[in-house]
T-cell receptor, first 115, second 112 residues
Framework: DVKVTQSSRYLVKRTGEKVFLECVQD?????MFWYRQDPGLGLRLIYF???????EKGDIPEGYSVSREKKERFSLILESASTNQTSMYLC??????????????FGPGTRLTVT | GQSLEQPSEVTAVEGAIVQINCTYQ??????LSWYQQHDGGAPTFLSY????GLEETGRFSSFLSRSDSYGYLLLQELQMKDSASYFC?????????????FGSGTRLSIRP
């Protein structure tokens, strides 16, 4: 079974702090994604990566950065946390895209509260 | 702009059939996926349609019409455990660098 793990289930940080969210997958997937999920807004893509050291901006990258130094690990960084970044953060991974299958496997999520 | 539209809430009766619709407007299109998410849980993959037509997986089926920019998820023989949120998602391109866009989700409530 594919397993995607996230470093914390719940996190409370103060405004202005630098925050690191870690995600690890154990199935050698090429693609990894970071989303945030807010009520009524669905899942919004922050950043994704299709290879080590490669990254692409999603729809809402402002205030975030990412790092992918190893294939299995994808980190989301909030350079200076703000209260509007309070949200559920979901990491996902998938195999190389093709016509036959495109399935993302999600981690359990990190509920971040910025006070 | 790019957008996906799906109803915010649907209510159905246990044992019945329910259809959740999704219409999309994207600059590129390479497939429509459906995900299920129970409260407090992570989204899990249900189905993927790259070509027009119906895909069936047990009690769940998914349909796509690319000419109408429309798809739906059909759930049959509804069970209480099917109460969850359902998201459609569009893949905007063929390459690995293609963005994924999710709808805002449909909350399905099932009554006994």
């Amino acid at each position: 079974d594919v397993k995607v793990t996230q470093s914390s289930r719940y996190l409370v940080k103060r405004t202005g702090e630098k925050v690191f969210l870690e995600c690890v997958q154990d199935m050698d997937h090429e693609n990894m994604f970071w989303y945030r999920q807010d009520p009524g807004l669905g899942l919004r893509l922050i950043y994704f990566s299709y290879d080590v050291k490669m990254k692409e901006k999603g729809d809402i990258p402002e205030g975030y950065s990412v790092s992918r130094e190893k294939k299995e690990r994808f980190s989301l960084i909030l350079e200076s946390a703000s209260t509007n970044q309070t949200s559920m953060y979901l990491c996902a991974s998938s195999l190389e895209a093709g016509w036959e299958l495109y399935e993302q496997y999600f981690g359990p999520g990190t509920r971040l509260t910025v006070t | 702009g790019q957008s996906l539209e799906q109803p915010s809430e649907v209510t159905a009766v246990e044992g019945a059939i329910v259809q959740i619709n999704c219409t999309y407007q994207t600059s590129g299109f390479y497939g429509l996926s459906w995900y299920q998410q129970h409260d407090g849980g992570a989204p899990t993959f249900l189905s993927y349609n790259a070509l027009d037509g119906l895909e069936e997986t047990g009690r769940f089926s998914s349909f796509l019409s690319r000419s109408d920019s429309y798809g739906y998820l059909l759930l049959q023989e509804l069970q209480m455990k099917d109460s969850a949120s359902y998201f459609c998602a569009v893949r905007g391109g063929y390459s690995s660098a293609s963005k994924i866009i999710f709808g805002s989700g449909t909350r399905l409530s099932i009554r006994p």
